[in-house]
């Protein structure tokens, strides 16, 4: 039975489960569904994929991370931080939302789910200390302002390309709003964030989201939010516009045979570095550069057309059989003018008093159908069924690619897993496995990837929802997936008219949670560096900003900087009796007065290698400043371990020591390290009369000795006796 339940921890669900459980589990299911359908959808957006890939993220993945984690009040799904890096790890290699992207997010999960199933097989967990918790702050603290910042473009009603770093793209969002914001969609936005906020604030067990979310869509449906008129090339009754449009598309179109060629070059490149062709290898490489060159020239044309032609109003018309007719009416700072009988104001009485725009992508426009729209975004069309369930094509230079991302979205959605894991613990008083929660974590990302999911991990929100509906076991979670499945066979037209500044506004409440400026706080009072650890960690993530590997990456380096820097440089103190206190103390920290002729230095940590002569100095420092030192006692407590260096170190000690006239005790050695002083011979050098097991015989020992013809005339030691 042990084993069955080790393979299936589900099993020990059902030890004295009764029918008020089922109903509690129930209840919570739906609950936390609720708030996982309009959040995932979100949260998909902000990865960079269709809204409907979030359903797709919130169909398996809830279920099979319960069924075979540990902890029965988790609840997973797409998640902020995850989402966002996923966005991260992707935007080099394809367009956000194109048919590559949504290949290489799925390619993505499975990797990650692969990664988390190797380590918890493995018992690997612990390798999640290398994402120390200052690390962790500083960059949670980051992607929460980088994932805000980032709806703002979708709050305002503005389109901006991504710049080459978080903070431009803010900036453009931010001129472009200062001219172009789209009031009614600012509306939206603002009035969901509104209502989640009351609603969280006077009626918590009400489900804010859900409210929100379906106020907005009734508004959005009754007033015809989203106002699209497909429209031919020749309603725009602006030759110059219609002129940016043909070479627009041009521009896209002349970027695809380029990206074959470049491929075709790429295949080529490979096979001349297979067969060691020098000549071959030199030809690919120059052709992939001009290329590669001619390529970034036309995309940065494209941008600067994709801006103008974003940046373009009009002022829409019917005509007498229907049709819309679009005149120019303002252009900022691109040299276009404005249709002089707009700017007269002969046709502005008959217009329908919205303002147009072009709907610009990363396609080329189709000039028969031209998208003017003359409303707000909204989700759109949502498939209806569930996913076709299917292996991700795997490329091994992609998945080469990804591998550093993959590795670091497993640590840290881990991290975060495990984290709200061990909070809700902490209450229930459920016993927890690291290595079994990686397990079922890598198995939701695994089986969610066959169902088209994106990288996933454990919500902190939405666990707090689970815990607090009263939910007793994983199955509540088992219920968030079936309604989430009911949702996408029956009910996903309901979600046409949700505007994307609603998603928006969501996002922005749920990620004001992991802003914690007290943790900076925390930090720096527990260890200064600790604290400045996690404020550089902040700061590069945001410069950094969209690559925020390279944030997690400084993070990281630092705390192990920091580690290696204490491993290397101990603290190696001379310890010394207060009169009215039975122990010993530092000598420096509290100020006591050391004894003349020994000297009680303690070693703070494993002897090894790196930090052996740093032992050795702080010896022969002690015997240079100290004249009337007779005797060395090495406290050798802390010392939980040694290598063939600190061993080969003692031994010269001992002869560096001795032959200066003085002598050398040690007192406290552990077995361990004990079994090597006996495998190297060194017992015998250092003599059993010098081995001591506690610092107070020792002093008790060797004081008389030392002091028989000494003339201190007040020795902080002398009363050491009473302590053994």
């Known amino acids: 039975m042990q084993i069955l339940t080790k393979l299936f921890p589900f099993l020990s669900w059902f030890k004295d489960y009764n029918l008020e459980g089922f109903k509690a589990d129930f209840i919570a299911g739906v609950t936390v569904a609720l708030v996982l359908i309009p959040q995932s959808m979100a949260y998909a957006q902000l990865a960079g994929m269709p809204s409907y890939y979030g359903l797709y993220a919130a169909f398996l993945p809830p279920m099979l991370a319960s069924l075979f984690g540990s902890s029965r009040q988790l609840a997973t799904g797409p998640v902020a931080v995850v989402s966002l890096m996923t966005a991260a790890s992707l935007e080099p290699l394809a367009t956000a939302g194109s048919e590559g992207y949504i290949a290489y997010a799925i390619l993505l999960a499975l990797m990650v789910g692969l990664f988390q199933l190797s380590l918890g097989i493995l018992r690997l967990g612990i390798v999640v200390n290398f994402l120390s918790h200052p690390v962790v702050n500083g960059f949670t603290n980051a992607a929460a302002i980088i994932i805000a910042s980032s709806q703002l473009s979708k709050m305002f009603g503005v389109s901006v390309d991504s710049a080459k770093h978080h903070y431009e793209t803010i900036i453009n969002v931010c001129k472009a709003a200062a001219h172009y914001t789209h009031f009614p969609t600012l509306f939206m936005g603002v009035l969901s964030f509104a209502i989640m906020y009351f609603l969280k604030k006077f009626y918590p067990k009400v489900p804010n989201v859900l409210v929100a979310v379906s106020i907005t869509i009734l508004i959005a449906w009754s007033t015809g939010f989203e106002h699209n008129s497909p429209s031919p090339i020749e309603a725009i009754q602006s030759l110059e516009v219609r002129a940016d449009i043909e070479t627009f598309n041009k521009l896209t179109s002349d970027l695809i045979p380029l990206a074959e060629e470049r491929t075709k070059v790429g295949i080529a490149l490979d096979q001349a570095k297979q067969i060691n062709d020098p000549i071959g290898t030199l030809d690919a490489e120059h052709d992939i550069h001009v290329i590669s060159v001619k390529m970034d020239r036309i995309k940065h044309e494209l941008g600067a057309y994709r801006k103008k032609l974003r940046n373009m109003l009009f002022t829409g018309i019917k005509a007498e059989d229907g049709s819309m007719r679009f005149y120019l009416n303002k252009i900022e700072s691109e040299g276009v003018k404005p249709d002089e009988n707009i700017v007269d104001g002969a046709l502005v009485a008959e217009s329908d008093g919205r303002t147009w725009r072009i709907k610009v992508g990363n396609r080329p426009i189709d000039v028969a159908q031209v998208i003017m729209t003359g409303g707000g975004a909204v989700v759109g069309v949502v498939p209806k069924g569930v996913p ?18 993959a590795a670091i979205i497993a640590l840290l959605g881990f991290m975060e897993a495990i984290s709200i894991a061990k909070a809700m613990a902490a209450k229930t008083g459920q016993r927890l496995d690291p290595n079994q929660e990686l397990i079922g974590q890598g198995i939701a990302n695994i089986i969610g990837a066959i169902g088209k999911s994106y990288p996933i991990s454990g919500s902190f929100s939405r666990s707090a929802v689970n815990l607090q509906a009263g939910a007793i076991s994983g199955l509540s979670s088992v219920f968030t997936s079936l309604v989430v499945v009911i949702t996408l066979l029956f009910f996903t037209p309901l979600l046409y008219h949700l505007p994307q500044s609603v998603l928006a506004s969501v996002i922005m409440m749920a990620v004001i949670g992991l802003i914690n400026v007290s943790g900076f706080i925390h930090a720096w009072r527990a260890q200064w560096y600790d604290g400045a650890i996690s404020i550089i ?10 690559h ?18 204490k491993s ?35 070693f703070d940590g494993p002897l090894f290698f790196a930090n052996a002569s740093y032992l050795e100095d702080q010896i022969n420092d002690r015997m240079v400043n100290k004249p009337t030192l007779k005797h060395i006692i090495i406290v050798s407590n802390g010392i939980n371990d040694i290598d063939a260096s600190g061993e080969e170190v003692i031994s010269l000690l001992i ?19 004990f079994k090597v002083f006996e495998r190297t011979h060194l017992i015998a050098k250092i003599g ?13 020992s060797i004081h008389p000795v030392t002091h028989s013809e000494g003339q201190e005339l007040s020795c902080p030691l002398s009363n050491a006796c009473s302590l053994v």
């Open 388 to 405: 076709a369930l299917g292996i991700p094509h795997i490329d091994i230079k992609v998945v080469l690619k990804l591998f550093p991302f």
């Open 537 to 546: 960690t902040f700061i590069a993530t945001l410069v950094f900003a969209p």
């Open 548 to 565: 925020l590997d390279k944030g997690i990456m400084v993070g990281v380096v630092l705390s192990l900087g920091v580690f290696l820097y």
């Open 568 to 602: 290397m440089r101990p603290t190696v103190p001379s310890l010394s009796r207060h009169g009215d206190e039975d122990v010993f103390r530092c000598a420096v920290t509290h100020g006591l007065k050391e004894c003349e002729y020994m000297d009680l230095v303690r």
């Open 655 to 673: 002869d560096n020591i001795r032959s200066s006239g003085r002598d050398i005790s040690f007192s406290g050695v552990n077995e361990s390290v």
């Open 688 to 700: 059993a009369d010098h081995l001591y097991p506690t610092m107070a015989k020792a002093v008790c």
